[in-house]
């Protein structure tokens, strides 16, 4: 059975820099799709990066050259990282990873941040940006 679970949040103040982890494990297959979503209170969990199997990535306008996504593999295990930089108080929320085994849906050769088809999800790291 897969179990994802996310560390890594905290408070930051405006400008600052924060990295999360979400470790999968128990993986059984080689492909994948890892995405990580925020949600803050009145607004809908959105996906702000994805990354498919072989690293490409997709990032939501919001975030773009400001989050990088990674992924390091072991053979039952993924670890997704998010680095995040100049942080700002709208990117307060809650973060959580998500997983599917079948890989990313594609839209032009690139993951769609609208790919339905997570299976497992982490419960989720708070983030705080605020002075």
């Known amino acids: 059975q897969v179990h994802v679970k996310e560390s890594g949040g905290g408070s930051v103040q405006p400008g600052g820099s924060l990295m999360l982890s979400c470790a999968a494990s128990?993986?059984?297959?080689?492909?994948?799709?890892m995405a990580w979503f925020r949600q803050d209170s009145g607004r809908e969990r959105e996906a702000i990066a994805v990354?498919?199997?072989?690293?490409?990535?997709?990032?939501a306008d919001s975030v773009k050259g400001r989050f990088t996504i990674a992924i390091s593999k072991d053979s039952a295990k993924r670890t997704m990282y998010l680095e995040m930089s100049d942080l700002q108080p709208e990117d307060s929320g809650t973060y959580s990873c998500?997983?599917?085994?079948?890989?990313?849906?594609?839209?032009?050769?690139?993951?769609?941040?609208?790919?339905?088809?997570?299976?497992?999800w982490g419960q989720g790291t708070q983030v705080t940006v605020s002075s």
């Open positions: 990354i498919d199997t072989d690293g490409t990535t997709e990032y």
């Open positions: 998500a997983y599917d085994p079948w890989g990313c849906t594609l839209i032009n050769g690139r993951p769609s941040l609208v790919h339905q088809g997570y299976r497992n």
């Open positions: 128990g993986i059984t297959r080689s492909g994948s799709c």
